[in-house]
């Protein structure tokens, strides 16, 4: 009896520690490039993992067409040399030949549309969402509003390469990133930091509302599969879900001056409790009661 309970007493602990961990590696994910990478970043939603899968089939593809083409042209000049060919050819044309390189490339490039066209229309018709954000591209940050929870709005700029030397520094936004937070927060990553972050809760579809204040801008974040220009005096819609809790990272995509390197984007997704109680944190700071909600 007594061993039995031993063993149920470990079993039951080897499940609560192996929980904890698996909860502890999703709460610690980090969406961002690392160091030497030749990959696309590990996808955090349904859009981003589609995309993943049609840039490797699009590769396959290409790699066949590179073959191809090379064996072609090695076959082509020695065949064709002068040693094996004294009189060389006077063809001009052959019909066939350029009835297969005509049509092979329209089906290739249907079968590329085949898969191509439903993988638009996942990510621009945009479904019921719970809540939206709106972003707007400045130089050289960006500024968020959430209509939907009384028009909290805050500007997230980049964090100074100095606090990644300085230790002093770095507590210092660290400190002001758990306040905004409510959480501790932590700094990951040199020119992809921001002293604040886009808070959402994990499992929730959000309507993203992108604009600009002044030239062209464009909000990216690989790990969601989302990318969409900001257009001063257009308003651009987009959509995300993101299914682990986590930080990822983006940055601005599109050419706006001489900063634009140092315009990174920070997505920080928590629980649904966790995100409720942030929400009400951030409303006594940076509500405004006058927003129109803009949602679903």
């Not at 192996?18 to 969406?31: E, H, K, W, Y």
């Not at 593809?61 to 082509?76: E, H, K, P, Q, R």
């Not at 040199?190 to 579809?205: G, I, M, Q």
């Not at 995300?240 to 599109?254: A, I, K, M």
Request: proline share 5%.
């Amino acid at each position: 009896m007594k061993v039995k309970r031993l063993l149920a007493g470990a079993a039951l602990s080897g499940m609560a520690l192996m929980g904890l961990t698996g909860t502890s590696a999703a709460q610690d994910r980090i969406g961002m490039p690392t160091e030497k990478g030749v990959w696309l970043q590990a996808a955090a939603n349904d859009q981003a993992q589609r995309v993943a899968d049609f840039n490797e089939m699009l590769l396959y593809i290409i790699l066949v067409i590179a073959v191809f083409v090379f064996v072609l042209m090695f076959w082509t000049m020695i065949r064709y040399r002068e040693k094996a060919n004294p009189t060389p050819s006077k063809t001009s044309h052959n019909t066939f030949i350029e009835f297969v390189w005509t049509v092979v490339p329209i089906f290739i490039l249907v079968g590329i549309g085949f898969w191509s066209i439903p993988l638009l229309y996942y990510q621009e018709v945009i479904p019921e969402t719970e809540f939206a954000i709106r972003a707007t591209g400045n130089q050289w940050n960006w500024t968020y509003s959430y209509p939907d929870h009384d028009g909290i709005e805050f500007t997230a700029a980049i964090v100074p390469d100095s606090a990644f030397t300085n230790p002093a520094e770095r507590q210092v936004y660290e400190n002001d990133l758990t306040n905004f937070l409510g959480w501790p927060g932590k700094l990951n990553a040199r020119l992809l930091d921001t002293d604040l972050r886009v808070v959402v809760p994990v499992d929730t579809k959000i309507k993203l509302q992108i604009t600009a204040s002044d030239v062209l801008h464009s909000w990216t974040v690989p790990a969601f599969g989302v990318k969409m220009d900001a257009v001063p005096g257009r308003l651009n819609e987009t959509w995300f879900e993101v299914r682990d809790p986590g930080v990822y990272y983006g940055q601005c995509s599109e050419l706006c001056g001489k900063d634009h390197a140092f315009m990174p984007i920070a997505v920080e997704a928590v629980s649904k409790e966790q995100f409720a109680e942030w929400v009400e944190r951030a409303k006594l700071e940076f509500a405004d009661a006058r927003s129109t909600a803009l949602g679903r």
